[in-house]
């Protein structure tokens, strides 16, 4: 199993370029989120789905958007990109959540810089 | 609302010391307490967790016991290795509706020779 991939890994757009960021997990879990991990600030979530089709909000939704069309696969939008989404970008995923705890399963970013 | 608060970074040890990375948290009702371990150049991956009140996580040596009464979970380790340099990301979730992660700010552990 490859876990939960993200692609690309790196990426340099200058301000107001768009681009997609994938997320793709093989262990047929439900839930899928996408953070970003800032200095200082720790990880921030931005989006997040519960299920294929559903998206929702998370602390710092603005400026970008997000798909789930099919289980497997979460994706994370820049329709104009701004300096200030200069970020390292982590998707995680996790079964659906009926016990105690809720571990995620992370993949291994995309260094994401906006000049 | 929910918090986490942990120590700053960096953390500096000569190996084979003894590691304490302190982490509080601010939660209603009782939730599920977790260490999470970045490696470079990796995703975060989870190193331990706790469930309720006094259980102790544990993994690779770390230990972390949950306390209610002080609202901690600190990370402890006996003996450090080099290979333990990394961010340590303490985190809480609620256990009732849908369970976001709430992370702490992240502490670097460097462990030199």
């Known amino acids: 199993n490859a876990g939960v991939t993200q692609t690309p890994k790196f990426r340099v757009l200058k301000t107001g370029q768009s681009m997609t960021l994938l997320c793709a997990q093989d262990m047929n879990h439900e839930y899928m989120y996408w953070y970003r991990q800032d200095p200082g600030m720790g990880l921030r979530l931005i989006h997040y789905s519960v299920g294929e089709g559903t998206t929702a909000k998370g602390e710092v939704p603005d400026g970008y958007n997000v798909s789930r069309l099919k289980k497997q696969n979460f994706l994370l939008g820049l329709e104009s990109a701004a300096p200030s989404q200069t970020s390292v970008y982590f998707c995680?995923?996790?079964?659906?959540?009926?016990?105690?705890?809720?571990?995620?399963?992370f993949g291994p970013g995309t260094r994401l810089t906006v000049l | 609302g929910n918090s986490v608060t942990q120590m700053e970074g960096p953390v500096t040890l000569s190996e084979e010391a003894f590691l304490t990375i302190n982490c509080t948290y601010t939660?209603?009702?009782?939730?599920?307490l977790f260490w999470y371990v970045q490696y470079p150049g990796e995703g975060l991956q989870l190193l331990l967790k706790?469930?309720?009140?006094?259980d102790k996580g544990s993994n690779k040596g770390f230990e972390a016991t949950y306390r209610k009464e002080t609202t901690s979970f600190h990370l402890e380790k006996g003996s450090v290795q080099v290979s333990d340099s990394a961010v340590y990301f303490c985190?809480?979730?609620?256990?009732?509706?849908?369970?976001?992660?709430?992370f702490g700010t992240g502490t670097r552990l460097l462990v030199s020779p």
């Open positions: 706790a469930t309720k009140a006094d």
């Open positions: 985190a809480l979730s609620k256990n009732t509706g849908f369970q976001k992660l709430v």
């Open positions: 995680a995923s996790s079964y659906e959540v009926k016990l105690t705890y809720n571990e995620q399963f």
């Open positions: 939660a209603t009702g009782y939730p599920s």
